[in-house]
């Protein structure tokens, strides 16, 4: 071997896609430190030493030859031994998703068109974050749920909801990530950059809900969107959160019928109102003089799921 420790460091950091910034996150250094490392300017400390070895992908059994070679002593010859990165492996057939969507009650009525909207838009390359924005009860939970169910197979390392109601600072967002991931943090490296590198490889669906009160926060989610590849989010907000990864989808109120002579079986508000006046009694039916008063409910609401729902009730 004709290079030196840094060179090797320098090496494989590129073998794993790493820019020097980005291993520096993961390391919980400087982006001065990787530098001087890798020009051989500064040799390591050992526990920095062994959070190189980690991010390297340095084998269990092998971090202990890195470790002598990083503190110099032993040569740096003795590198020749670690195994270089190998070729992924096919993946394996997929199992349960091992994501957290939440089961409704009751199924989803309507909605169709903007299901396939917004699937669609999500398996985009170029889209990372999508904000469904709209007033409250307007049903962007209901629908970020339903789009996340749809896209489970795409997202082979899980689908994951996290609501965000009861959380009152931006700082506690980073630790409710990892608490629905079920990571435990360490020092020294910065509980992001432990996220980040958790997620480096994995393809991830992060349902956020309710970012309107959280819009600071939006910086931390374009930190791990940044030190990501595969990492998609799907967030609701009455806001938009106005980051540059952010694409925009406005939710709308449910379609309402024109006139008591539309084909009222079909329509989904006035199916949202039945269903409901249904679960509270059995006996309801839509009888033909309650169709211009059921109609005009819709309207006055503008096609609000949360409204007609209490309407019903």
């Known amino acids: 071997m004709d290079y030196s420790f840094g060179n090797w460091v320098k090496r494989r950091r590129k073998a794993l896609d790493l820019t020097q ?24 400390s050992r526990q920095m030493a062994e959070l190189l070895a980690r991010q390297l992908d340095i084998p269990a059994d092998q971090i202990p030859l890195f470790l002598k070679t990083a503190r110099q002593e032993k040569s740096t010859a003795a590198l020749d031994a670690i195994p270089p990165l190998s070729t992924p492996e096919p993946a394996p057939a997929p199992g349960p998703n091992p994501g957290n969507l939440p089961v409704s009650p009751t199924p989803l009525i309507g909605r169709e068109h903007e299901i396939r909207v917004i699937t669609k838009q999500l398996l985009e390359l170029p889209c990372r974050l999508l904000t469904l924005t709209g007033p409250g009860g307007i049903g962007k939970t209901r629908l970020a749920i339903e789009v996340g169910r749809q896209l489970e197979s795409h997202f082979t390392d899980g ?95 449910l379609p309402i019928p024109e006139t008591v002579d539309s084909n009222l079986e079909s329509n989904s508000a006035i199916t949202l109102f039945v269903q409901r006046a249904r679960q509270i009694s059995q006996n309801f039916s839509l009888e033909k003089e309650d169709v211009a008063a059921l109609v005009r409910i819709c309207k006055l609401v503008d096609g609000l799921p949360l409204a007609i729902e209490l309407a019903a009730s």
């Open 21 to 44: 910034q980005g291993l520096a996150q993961l390391v919980g250094c400087s982006v001065a430190t990787i530098v001087k490392i890798e020009s051989d300017v500064r040799r390591p």
């Open 159 to 253: 689908v994951y909801f996290i609501s965000l109601a009861g959380i009152g600072m931006t700082e506690s967002i980073i630790p409710a990530i990892a608490d629905t991931l079920g990571l435990t943090f360490s020092r020294p490296a910065a509980p992001i950059a432990q996220i980040a590198a958790h997620l480096r490889n994995k393809r991830i669906l992060f349902v956020l809900d309710n970012m309107e009160h959280l819009l600071e926060g939006g910086s931390l989610l374009s930190e791990i969107l940044q030190q990501t590849q595969n990492v998609k989010m799907l967030l609701t907000s009455r806001e938009q959160l106005r980051l540059q990864w952010e694409w925009l989808f406005e939710v709308q109120g």
